[in-house]
C-alpha cells in the first residue's frame, strides 16, 4: 500500500494488462498468500479456526454473490438458500459413498441448476421485483429443506457431516482444515479477478449498466443473466458444502436461513459491489465487528459499573450490525473497497496529488 | 368437502387477510409518494406494539390513552426515520435503498429486543376471547375489530387523498420533479408518508399484538404485508385491501387443506408462492400502474 507509481512505464499492453500491473503489487501478494500459508503455525489455533476460518469461506460466498450483484447487477436476496442447497447436496452425496471433491462438485452443480430456477425471474423482471420474488424463493427454499425428511433427516434435524478425504487423504486436523477453506478461497479470488479481464466479465458489466443497450451492442442479456446466476450459484454451493465440511461439521436448516442471506448482502455493501478486496474486508467487517462491539460494550458497562442483562447482551451485536449497514450506507455507500482505492490512488502519487489521472 | 369448515377458513382467512392489509398498507403509504420499497415495515408494527406497551407500562396509562399517544411518537419516529436514513439516499440505485430499509429492520428489531427483552408480553384490549358465532361458524372477535379497523383506515385514507394534503402526497407520487417545479415540498410530504405509514404500522402492532402477544415475531409480518402489497400493486391502497381479503382467504383455505397433509407451517409457503406468482404473472400486482420496468 505505501508504494508509489514513480518510475513505471508499461511499453506493451501485456505489461498493463496484467493481473498486478504493478510490481509492488505483486510483492504485497505474495507477502499476503506467505502470511495465510504460513497463518496455522503463527496464529492461535483457537483464532485459526473460529475467525480466519470462517472469515475465508465466507469470503468466497461474498464473491460468488459479489459476481451476480456487482457485476451482473441482479439482485439475489435468497443466496443463502442457494448456499444450503450445495451443502446439502454435498453432505448427502458424502454420506452415500460419494467421493468427497465429487460430492462437493456435484453440490455445486445442483446449486447452479436450482439458480437458474432463480434466474427465471430475473428473464422476467428486474429491480426491486427481482429482490422481492428471488426473497420469496429464499423462503420457499427454507420451507422446502427443512420440510422434506429426504433433505434434513427431519425437521429440527441436524445433518452429520462426514469425514473428508481430500485426494485419498483423510482431513482431519484444523490446519489441513484451514487450507482447503484457503484454496478454495483463492480459486474464487483468482477467477473473480480474471473475470474482469475476459469477455465474460466485460458482457456482465454491459448487462448491468443497462441491458437493452448491451444487447444493441451485440450482448444477449437474457444468455449473459442465466450465465451469471448458474455461475454465482455454483460458487455458492460450493462456499456452502466447504462452510459445512470445514467449519460447521453437521448442516442444519437454520445455517442458511433468510437473515443468512442478508449478512451476505451487507457483506457485499459494506465490502463494495463490484470490489475483491472489498469482498474481504466486507466478509471481516460483518462477521468480527458485532463480536468486538459486545465485548467493547460489556468492558465499558462494566467499567462504570452499570448491569447489562444477558439479553440485552445477547442483542446488543445485532444492533450494531443493522446500524453498521445503516451508517455505511449514508457515509460511503461503495463499501470499504471505495475507501480503500481511495487510500490507495491517494498515496500512489503522493505527494503529487495534482498528477493523480 | 365439508362445506362448513370451508366456509370457517375461508371468512376467519378474510379477516386475517384484512388484518394483513393493515401492515401492507403502510407499505404502499410509502411506496407510493417516493417509491421506496419499505423492508422495515415488520419492524415499525413490532415497534409500535412495544412502544405502546411502554406507556402503558412506564406511566402507568391506561391503554386507550397510551395508544393515541404511541401513535403521536410513532409519527415522529416516522418522520425521524425519513430525515435520517432514507432522505440522503433518494435518487441512489435501488439496491442501496433496500439494503437501508433491510438495514433499519434489523436495527430496529434488536434495539427493541436489548430495551425491552424477547419475552412475549400480552396486549389486552379488553375483546372478549369468546367467540362470535355466525351461524355454524366460529369468529374470532379480535379479527373481526381488526378486519373492520382495517376497512375504516382505507375509508379514512380515501377521504385523506381528497384533501388538500392528500392531493399533494399524489402529486408527489406521480412526479417527483414535476410537483417541485409547481413548489410543492417533496421531502416534507415524503415525510408525512413515513409518519402516516408508522402510524399505520402501530395500529397493526396493537391489534397483532393483541392477537399473539406483542415479540419479535411481529416483524416476520413483513413477508405477509409484502404479499399483500404487490398482489394488490404496490400504488394502490384499496388494492391493499382487497388483496389481503383474497390472500387471507386462499391462506387460510390452503393452508387448512395442505397442513394435515404435509406437517404444518404451510402458511409461509402459500404466502412466497403467492408472492413469486404475482411477480411472474402481473408485476404490477392486481390495480398497479402499468409502468413496472419489464425486460
Known sequence: ?357 | MDLTLFGELAINGAMTGLMYSLVAMGIVLIYKSSAVPNLAQGAMTMLGGYVVLAIAGGFGAPLWVAIPLALATMFLVGVGIERVALRRLAGRPIIMILMMTLGLDIFVRATSMTIWGGTNRPMQLGISDTPLFLGPLLLNRTYVVGAVVAIALFVLFLLFFRTRMGIVLRAISDDYTASWSVGISVERGVALSWALSSVVATTAGVLWGSVQGVDQSLALLLLKGVAVAVLGGLDSIGGAILAGLLLGIFEGVASGYLDPLVGGGSRDLVIAMTLILTILIRPHGLFGRHDIERI
Open chain 1, 1 to 357: 500500500m505505501l508504494f508509489r507509481q514513480a518510475g513505471i512505464f508499461h511499453t506493451d499492453y501485456a505489461t498493463n494488462r496484467a493481473l498486478f500491473p504493478l510490481p509492488a503489487d505483486r510483492w504485497m501478494i505474495i507477502i499476503l498468500l506467505l502470511l495465510a500459508l504460513s497463518a496455522p503455525f503463527t496464529m492461535s489455533s483457537l483464532l485459526l479456526s473460529t475467525n480466519v476460518l470462517p472469515w475465508l469461506v465466507w469470503t468466497s460466498a461474498a464473491l460468488g454473490l459479489n459476481l451476480i450483484l456487482g457485476w451482473a447487477g441482479q439482485f439475489h436476496f435468497g443466496y443463502a438458500a442457494i448456499m444450503g442447497i450445495g451443502a446439502y447436496t454435498a453432505v448427502h452425496g458424502a454420506r452415500n459413498g460419494i467421493p468427497w471433491e465429487i460430492a462437493v462438485v456435484l453440490g455445486g452443480l445442483m446449486a447452479s441448476v436450482i439458480g437458474v430456477v432463480f434466474a427465471f425471474a430475473a428473464l422476467r423482471v428486474k429491480g426491486l421485483y427481482l429482490a422481492l420474488s428471488t426473497l420469496a424463493l429464499q423462503y420457499v427454499m427454507d420451507w422446502v429443506i427443512s420440510h422434506v425428511p429426504a433433505i434434513s433427516g427431519g425437521t429440527q434435524a441436524t445433518l452429520q457431516a462426514p469425514g473428508m478425504r481430500l485426494l485419498g487423504q483423510a482431513v482431519t486436523s484444523e490446519i489441513a482444515l484451514y487450507y482447503v477453506a484457503l484454496g478454495w478461497c483463492l480459486i474464487v479470488t483468482v477467477f473473480m479477478l480474471n473475470l474482469r479481464r475476459t469477455a465474460l466479465g466485460r458482457a456482465l458489466v454491459a448487462v448491468r449498466e443497462k441491458d437493452f443497450a448491451a444487447a444493441v451492442i451485440g450482448v444477449h442479456s437474457l444468455y449473459y443473466k442465466l450465465v451469471a446466476f448458474a455461475t454465482s450459484s455454483f460458487i455458492g454451493g460450493i462456499s456452502g458444502a466447504i462452510l459445512i465440511f470445514t467449519f460447521y461439521r453437521a448442516a442444519t436448516p437454520e445455517q442458511f436461513a433468510v437473515n443468512v442471506s442478508i449478512e451476505l448482502l451487507a457483506m457485499v455493501i459494506v465490502g463494495g459491489l463490484g470490489s475483491i478486496i472489498g469482498s474481504y474486508f466486507g466478509a471481516a467487517f460483518i462477521l468480527l465487528m458485532p463480536g468486538l462491539m459486545n465485548s467493547l460494550i460489556a468492558w465499558v458497562a462494566q467499567l462504570m459499573g452499570a448491569a447489562l442483562g444477558v439479553e440485552a447482551l445477547a442483542h446488543i451485536p445485532h444492533a450494531v450490525y443493522g446500524a453498521l449497514i445503516i451508517v455505511f450506507l449514508l457515509v460511503e455507500p461503495m463499501g470499504l473497497g471505495k475507501m480503500y482505492n481511495n487510500l490507495r490512488n491517494y498515496l500512489l502519487v503522493w505527494p503529487f496529488g495534482y498528477a493523480r489521472k
